[in-house]
């Protein structure tokens, strides 16, 4: 994810309690959240140049074929089979429109195993300037209607400023997110607009409040 892995843990687990045990020799790390899987934190396949970003990943029973259906709608591979710690294996590309994207086939039956829940994933967003096109390549690489709404947690959105690069951004749930935002300020966060921000190192990620409730002991 990011060039400073250490700092990236202690930002991100003060915000969303997250904990991280290593997997692997490469660096990687499974984040958990009260025991549960929740994500992964490691340094790029490409080096610390491409800087600091989280990727989305779309899930693949065969991830060689993925990779070649992406290539076939225009899509440029940049990283083929990378493994990652036991979990499975990744590979890296980016979209006609320009947005980074990750497949992944894991090796086991659990991927990301709690959801929609206060510091959990809740969905994904991806910013395109061709928003119809882009829900083209997606459901021909996915197999599926990838569609331009939000009613599966992941769509596409005309509206960003010409010019922008296009993007997969990965929504995380909170309790409050006025809330949140206030104390990812405090923590070195930088507020882009409502509901997006972008860590310290520059990944950018969005928060939504979570459809699941925190539980209260």
């Known amino acids: 994810m990011g060039v400073d892995p250490t700092g990236a843990k202690e930002f991100y687990a003060a915000l969303f309690g997250w904990e991280f045990r290593r997997e692997g020799g490469r660096g990687y790390h499974l984040i958990l959240l009260g025991g549960e899987i929740v994500g992964g934190l490691g340094p790029s ?56 994207f990750g497949l992944w086939q894991g090796l086991r039956e659990e991927g990301v195993v709690l959801v929609d829940e206060p510091g959990a994933l809740a969905g994904a967003v991806l910013h395109s300037p061709e928003p119809e096109d882009s829900a083209a390549f997606y459901g021909a690489v996915c197999g599926t209607d990838a569609g331009t709404g939000t009613d599966a947690g992941i769509g596409t959105d005309a509206g960003i400023e010409k010019g922008s690069p296009a993007r997969w951004m990965p929504l995380l749930g909170v309790d409050d997110p006025l809330a949140f935002e206030a104390r990812a300020r405090t923590a070195g966060a930088t507020v882009l607009a409502p509901g997006v921000l972008c860590d310290p190192w520059g990944a950018v990620f969005g928060v939504v409040e979570a459809a699941v409730p925190r539980q209260r002991s």
């Open 45 to 100: 396949p490409m080096g610390p140049r491409f800087g600091s970003s989280w990727n989305v990943y779309l899930a693949a029973k065969d991830l060689g074929a993925a990779g070649e259906r992406a290539e076939r709608h225009g899509a440029r591979l940049l990283a083929r089979g990378v493994p990652a710690g036991g979990d499975g294996r990744l590979s890296l590309a980016v979209d006609p429109q320009g947005a980074p």
